[in-house]
Nanobody, 128 residues
Framework: QVQLVESGGGLVQAGGSLRLSCASP????????MGWFRQAPGKEREFVAA????????YYADFVKGRFTISRDNAKNTVYLQMNDLKPEDTAVYYC?????????????????????WGQGTQVTVSS
């Protein structure tokens, strides 16, 4: 069982920054692909970023390219999402997720249903 707890969300003005954290104490973090997804009201959950277990390659949705950075600290069992130059359209609940098994293809890594464990989410609100 993998328990994930997100933190770091909040209210920020457009152009500002936030760093989200996702912790899973007691887990061997390096064994899992970790992803960030977000869901705005009335919208489907969408892929934001992920870091692959096999080689730590990072993947990003086009809409966050150049603005967001995913990283991990295996010793602390924590994954981070650094968000810069935030825009009002980034407003959503952000979820971290763990993938314990998969083919490690781009499709697998960016598809929400392929993740096995999810946190409760943290709210990010960006004002214009």
């Amino acid at each position: 069982q993998v328990q994930l707890v997100e933190s770091g969300g909040g209210l920020v003005q457009a152009g500002g920054s936030l760093r989200l954290s996702c912790a899973s104490p007691g887990r061997t973090f390096s064994r899992y692909t970790m992803g960030w997804f977000r869901q705005a009201p009335g919208k489907e959950r969408e892929f934001v970023a992920a870091i692959r277990r096999s080689d730590n390659n990072r993947y990003y949705a086009d809409f966050v390219k150049g603005r967001f950075t995913i990283s991990r600290d295996n010793a602390k069992n924590t994954v981070y999402l650094q968000m810069n130059d935030l825009k009002p359209e980034d407003t959503a609940v952000y979820y971290c997720a763990a993938q314990t098994a998969g083919s490690d293809t781009t499709v697998e890594i960016t598809t929400a249903r392929r993740y096995d464990y999810w946190g409760q989410g943290t709210q990010v609100t960006v004002s214009s």
